[in-house]
């Protein structure tokens, strides 16, 4: 993969670079970096089309440029008529660029964003609707480990819960210190706004703002303002193409649970590869793409053998018929949206997608009857396939569930070449974003064809015995991973299951891609293309407004308890492994604060904590429960036992992966008995689903940790 991703960065750097547009102004409040302080109104227009009256209006010549003088094409962007509800909000200010400065100047830290709301906060967040303190934290781009030029450093804070759609926010600092103590200075021409020497309606609005809240004037170091895009915004083009696609099957009340219409057309291993993952015992291949296994061997020599499996009776593959709305032939990667008057994907007519799949079927129909069906998600760049590995099995087979995948398009095995050609040129990157909505209408056709009395259980590979294998009366999903962070954003517009099991999952790339060991091989494309370090947070958050079209940070208020028009309210498991090198926890935090989940108690031994972190999250009193769950899981500290490294540290404060030790994302909860207990109570029908404790008077503990220190 590293090869592969590395060898075409030249072919990126080499593209043709836009003829310049006409100069554009930036935002004389901090001359560093043109589009900072950021995210920023000063870069909107009057749109009285759009929800929040405002729409994004960067200029070319205002975007970061790569390595080839190639400045990032906005058009995209600027489709947005607010910013990300995840946004990182970055300015530069010189002499807060050491942790000395910060910790002298007492900026609200990650570990405990409940001093958000002390009287006296340097950094604080207003929602200008409801003139409230948000919940944030604070931190610097480079930790002092990186040994970064201080001239690089920028501040940057980071809402904790994410920011209510439509709203406006204003963002102000003030009695900033450097390392030794000294106030830093507000900078001109802010001071002159702030003291009154240069009137200016936009800076008087936001003093007026501040004033309502109580945050005098006189002491600021900067203020600015934001607004987070609507609801539709962020949400209108996966909307568009569910409902149309839906509307062709003949179901236009997505809402009722109930399963009207055709299913989706199916075939069962049209022109698929004859390999299958290495991880089945005994490959069995038919012709017909279904692979049958017999029971394990008995007798004198127990144990499974070629061909056989006591965990699964079949694996079928195929592939299922779904609506293309890329401009794209039959979905290939590359494609994008086309956009009608309305704003809303346009569709070549006729165009369709043969999204492939993978199912296993348990043997457990055989003693216990139809199973029940799940979407299956697989993690980062792999495909449906995934769906045969071990943790799905045992899932499967244990809890009587028939689990079918599909690839995330966009973010799949075949989408690799793609991402890197992106990474090195970032105007690409809508091919990812608009993919990655195809790729939620694939698994949505594909769960349709699971649940519909036409689809699958019409045909002889989901029949055992002479009976049905799949219970077709509700769907459910489960992920880990990236099928984690992509599964939330899928539950939100999910028209046929209710219930979610989301492992080591988060949300909001923009976070969490420096935060992961995973990036460390796409980091050298994009940091190459991309050298300006100070820019480094205004590039992820510009990719973020994009990646929220297919991923839970712009979804995350409506999975749960404030659906979507015409789709079902959804539950959800949100199981975290603590000090996770690949899925930050300080996301999933956010994530878990923005969908209302409910901790599980107690969470972690106290010498696992760093502080306060785990504030503004309810918890869960009384078993068995419903709503949704948040579950922390944990491998136990940095050790030796019986001379094998055990254990992790706790989650770095700092804007870096977690490096050391066994890495929680996998053994996660998934690989534990009684995790997969949990979710099995779960994932049931609205009237017998509920949230056990699996873990009685403790934390939940992984790879064999009973606690101690």
């Known amino acids: 993969m590293r090869s592969l991703v590395l060898a075409v960065l030249c072919l990126a750097l080499l593209a043709t670079v836009p003829a310049a547009a006409g100069a554009a102004e930036c935002d004389d409040?901090?001359?560093?970096?043109?589009?900072?302080?950021?995210?920023?109104?000063?870069?909107?227009k009057p749109d009285p089309t759009t929800d929040t009256g405002k729409r994004l209006d960067i200029g070319l010549d205002q975007m970061p440029r790569n390595a080839a003088g190639k400045p990032i094409d906005p058009t995209e962007i600027n489709r947005n008529d607010g910013f990300s509800p995840g946004s990182l909000i970055v300015t530069r200010v010189p002499g807060l660029d050491s942790q000395a400065a910060f910790d002298r100047t007492g900026l609200v830290p990650i570990t405990d964003p409940k001093q958000s709301f002390d009287r006296n906060q340097p950094a604080v967040l207003i929602d200008a609707t409801t003139r409230r303190r948000q919940l944030i934290w604070a931190e610097l781009e480079y930790p002092d480990e990186l040994g970064k030029d201080p001239s690089v450093q920028t501040l940057v804070l980071h809402p904790a819960r994410n920011l209510e759609e439509g709203h406006r926010y204003?963002?102000?600092?003030?009695?900033?210190?450097?390392?030794?103590?000294?106030?830093?200075?507000?900078?001109?021409?802010?001071?002159?706004?702030r003291d009154g020497d240069e009137p200016d309606a936009r800076m008087d609005s936001i003093f007026r703002t501040l004033a309502r809240a109580k945050i005098r004037r006189d002491n600021l170091y900067l203020a600015w303002d934001f607004t987070v895009a609507s609801e539709r915004n962020l949400s209108q083009r996966m909307l568009s193409i569910r409902d149309r696609a839906f509307a062709e099957l003949g179901d236009e009340d997505l809402s009722d649970l109930e399963v009207e219409g055709e299913s989706p057309a199916f075939a069962i291993n049209p022109d698929l590869p004859d390999d299958l993952p290495s991880q089945i015992p005994g490959e069995a291949r038919e012709q017909d793409g279904i692979v049958n296994f017999a029971p394990c061997s008995a007798g004198a020599s127990p144990g499974c053998e070629q061909g056989e499996s006591d965990r699964l009776v079949r694996i079928v593959r195929g592939r299922v018929l779904v609506p293309c709305f890329l401009s794209t032939p039959e979905c290939v990667e590359g494609g994008t949206f086309a956009y009608e008057s309305?704003?809303?994907?346009?569709?070549?007519?006729?165009?369709?997608?043969?999204?492939?799949?993978?199912c296993i079927v348990p043997r457990a129909v055989l003693t216990r009857g139809p199973a029940r069906?799940?979407?299956?998600?697989?993690?980062?760049?792999?495909?449906?396939?995934?769906?045969?590995?071990?943790?799905?099995?045992?899932?499967?087979?244990?809890?009587?569930?028939l689990s079918c995948g599909t690839d995330w398009s966009g973010m799949s095995t075949e989408d690799l070449p793609n991402v890197a050609l992106l990474l090195a040129d970032l105007s690409r990157f809508a091919s990812l974003a608009d993919r990655g909505q195809q790729g939620m209408l694939n698994f949505l056709f594909l769960g349709r064809t699971m649940i519909h009395p036409e689809g699958f259980s019409s045909h002889p590979a989901f029949t055992v015995d002479g009976k049905p294998a799949i219970d077709t009366s509700r769907l459910y999903y489960t992920g880990g991973s990236q099928g984690g962070i992509m599964g939330g954003a899928l539950t939100a517009v999910a028209p046929d299951f209710t219930r979610a099991a989301l492992g080591v999952p988060a949300m909001n790339y923009s976070i969490l891609l420096q935060r992961s060991i995973d990036f460390d091989t796409y980091a050298q494309i994009m940091y190459r293309a991309?050298?300006?370090?100070l820019e480094r947070p205004l590039v992820l958050s510009l990719v973020q407004l994009l990646w929220d079209r297919a991923e839970a940070n712009g979804y995350a208020h409506h999975?749960?308890?404030?659906?979507?028009?015409?789709?079902?309210?959804?539950?959800?498991?949100?199981?975290?492994?603590?000090?996770?090198?690949?899925?930050?926890?300080?996301?999933?935090?956010?994530?878990?604060?923005?969908?209302?989940?409910?901790?599980?108690?107690?969470?972690?031994?106290?010498?696992?904590r760093h502080d306060d972190e785990l504030y503004g999250i309810p918890r869960i009193r009384k078993y068995p429960a419903t709503g949704s769950l948040f579950g922390i899981w944990d491998v136990g500290p940095l050790r030796q036992e019986g001379g094998e490294v055990k254990g992790t540290p706790r989650p770095p404060v700092g804007n870096v992966p977690n490096r050391e030790g066994v890495d929680p994302h996998g053994p996660d909860a998934s690989e534990e008995a009684t995790g997969r207990a949990q979710v099995g109570a779960f994932l049931r029908p609205d009237a017998q689903s509920r949230i056990i404790d699996v873990c009685g008077a403790s934390p939940c503990y992984l790879d064999g940790w009973t606690g101690s220190p």
Do not use: K
Request: hydrophobic residues 40%; aromatic residues 8%; proline residues 12%.
């Open 373 to 401: 069906p799940a979407l299956y998600g697989h993690g980062l760049l792999g495909d449906g396939g995934q769906v045969t590995g071990g943790a799905a099995q045992d899932l499967a087979s244990e809890h009587d569930i």
């Open 29 to 44: 409040l901090d001359p560093s970096v043109c589009l900072y302080p950021w995210p920023n109104d000063r870069f909107t």
């Open 342 to 358: 309305d704003g809303v994907p346009l569709r070549i007519p006729g165009n369709m997608a043969a999204a492939p799949f993978t």
């Open 530 to 533: 991309y050298p300006n370090e």
């Open 559 to 608: 999975m749960t308890d404030d659906p979507y028009p015409d789709t079902p309210p959804h539950e959800v498991i949100l199981n975290m492994a603590w000090g996770d090198h690949q899925v930050t926890n300080w996301a999933t935090l956010v994530e878990a604060r923005t969908i209302g989940a409910r901790l599980r108690v107690p969470a972690l031994e106290p010498f696992r």
């Open 170 to 193: 204003v963002v102000a600092l003030r009695n900033l210190r450097r390392a030794d103590g000294s106030v830093i200075p507000a900078p001109e021409p802010f001071r002159s706004y």
